[in-house]
């Protein structure tokens, strides 16, 4: 079972737009990404699609999403509490 | 039909196409598309469906699990939860389906300058020229389901064919990710027995009076003689005839390609039901305003009003009045769409929803004659006041600046179906007069 935590991420934006994750904050800790392995578009079997960076943080490797405008973690670790709550519904288009 | 064609750097059937043409349709959509984003949604029956409470209670779309419970498209909330007691209903996310809609089109784009959308989730995608950068048309448009399906996990199924209403057609045989193509050489047996109404444009009227004519299959149809197809149907009956002999030779229009507008249309089902002529004024009231607004907005004027009502019986009653002059105020829609309630003769009012569809459009501030009677200062005081109010309102918001005859009733009149609503309408197929070709 895989789980998806939204995080804060401090990202380098470069000149063309591309984006590059440098930390990610997780409660207190800021943890180095240390390096990029792969970037590729995908969907996540936590659900979501986005943009899919493949990275190498503390000596394993962690898919790292950006959905639309905000980036998701993937992983196996169920942390209770971190879950995102459904969103409301919209009431647009009715 | 040639579900599963070898892979292979070749392919014989794409030497035999004049032209490939795939129409790709995403499964079950909505509902797709809320799985990708939830998957636990995946393990119990779910339908994307609107509130009851504001009546727009049906279902949109459903799952799988939803399907094998009988839940189907259309009916109403109540209905399918007494089908399906378990079953999971999510709200509608306009926003996100079309935003992931329009990344899977982004899709066919790269491949090709020749897609055209038919609705949010279906586009038709010409790859004729493409072979000669991707290679193989049926390799490419596996190939491409393949990517769609890696890059957002949503499976579309794709018909591939040497026309769009064929490769339509291939599409809907099977889901789930099918793959069907269609050739000049195999249509006659894998299509002509299929009933006509899987046929695009054959709609449940249509399939009535073909019964009536002893035609029942693609193939009936295909047989008949497109003079006596003509005397039933006028221009539509060599239409279909074509169609059903494969002769269609539209073309996919290119990426950007808009359609002109030809008419503009509200409707509303209301809150709570209609029951004198004064509460429908008051809805035909916001409604003809935003009507002016958008003619207003496109520069356009129009010639042509029809109403349309709903009781609560969900039947339907509607009629339609050319009108003297061209006009875009807000005034002369509601006054006619008032006539046009006089002309319906409603007995006993007890309306659901009700609706205003304007046509016959011409550009701009065109000079027409007007006769001799008519008071042309007061046409164009008229329009600037409704220039203001619709200015104030874009700026303060829709309260702002309201009828006081409307406050009668508020829940009735409480909606803005200019501001925030989005309507996704589905789009028809034809767009103008049938050429004969």
């Not at chain 1, 995080?7 to 063309?16: C, E, K, P, Y």
């Not at chain 2, 750097?9 to 499964?27: C, F, G, P």
């Not at chain 2, 038919?118 to 038709?124: V, Y």
């Amino acid at each position: 079972m895989v789980y998806k935590y939204y995080v804060d991420v401090i990202t380098m934006i470069f000149q063309d737009g591309t984006l590059r994750p440098l930390f990610v904050q997780w409660e207190d800790h800021r943890y180095k990404v240390d390096k990029v392995i792969s970037v590729r578009e995908m969907f996540s079997k936590a659900g979501g699609c986005g943009i899919c960076y493949l990275c190498r943080m503390q000596g394993q490797d962690r898919k790292l999403f950006w959905e639309r405008n905000r980036w998701f973690l993937e992983s196996e670790v169920f942390a209770p509490g971190h879950q995102e709550a459904r969103t409301p519904p919209s009431t647009r288009g009715m | 039909m040639r579900v599963s064609v070898e892979r292979g750097a070749e392919n014989i059937y794409t030497v035999l196409m004049k032209r490939i043409i795939i129409h790709s349709d995403i499964n079950h959509c909505y509902a797709q598309i809320e799985e990708m984003l939830h998957p636990e949604l995946r393990n119990v029956p779910m339908a994307v469906g609107g509130s009851e409470e504001k009546r727009h209670g049906i279902i949109l779309a459903k799952n799988d699990l939803a399907k094998a419970a009988n839940v189907k498209t259309g009916e109403s909330l109540r209905e399918a939860k007494r089908k399906c007691p378990g079953l999971v209903i999510v709200h509608p996310d306009y926003d996100a389906y079309i935003y992931y809609t329009e990344k899977i089109k982004d899709i066919y784009r790269k491949y090709t300058d020749r897609v055209e959308s038919f609705g949010l989730d279906e586009a038709w995608v010409d790859v004729t020229d493409s072979q000669k950068l991707f290679g193989d048309g049926i390799e490419l448009a596996r190939r491409i389901q393949d990517e769609v399906y890696e890059t957002y996990g949503i499976t579309v199924s794709m018909g591939v064919s040497f026309n769009k209403i064929f490769a339509k057609l291939a599409s809907d045989l099977l889901k789930h990710k099918g793959f069907v193509v269609i050739t000049e050489e195999d249509f006659r047996e894998e299509l002509w027995p299929l009933p006509a109404e899987d046929l695009l444009l054959v709609g449940r009227r249509t399939t009535k009076k073909l019964a009536e004519m002893r035609i029942f299959t693609i193939g009936d149809l295909a047989a008949a003689s497109p003079e006596r197809l003509q005397r039933r149907f006028g221009i539509m009956g060599v239409l279909l005839w074509n169609y059903a002999n494969g002769l269609d030779t539209s073309e996919v229009h290119l990426c950007g390609y808009e359609r002109p507008v030809k008419s503009i249309g509200n409707s509303k089902t209301v809150v709570h039901d209609i029951v004198s002529i004064a509460q429908l004024r008051e809805v035909f009231r916001v409604l003809s305003e935003s009507i002016a607004a958008r003619l207003r907005m496109d520069h356009l004027r129009c010639s042509r009003i029809s109403i349309h009502v709903r009781s609560t019986e969900l039947k339907t009653k509607g009629c339609q009045r050319k009108l003297e002059r061209f006009t875009d105020l807000a005034s002369d829609i509601l006054d006619n769409a008032m006539i046009l309630v006089g002309r319906l003769g409603l007995e006993e009012i007890s309306l659901r929803s009700v609706g205003i569809q304007v046509s016959g459009l011409a550009a701009g501030m065109n000079f027409d004659q007007g006769d001799l009677f008519m008071d042309a200062d007061a046409i164009d005081r008229q329009r600037r006041t409704e220039q203001v109010l619709y200015d104030i309102r874009v700026r303060y918001g829709y309260d702002a600046c309201r009828m006081a005859s409307s406050q009668v009733d508020s829940t009735l009149t409480d909606f803005d179906p200019l501001g925030l609503l989005h309507h996704v309408h589905p789009v028809g197929y034809l767009e103008g007069p049938i050429r004969n070709s």
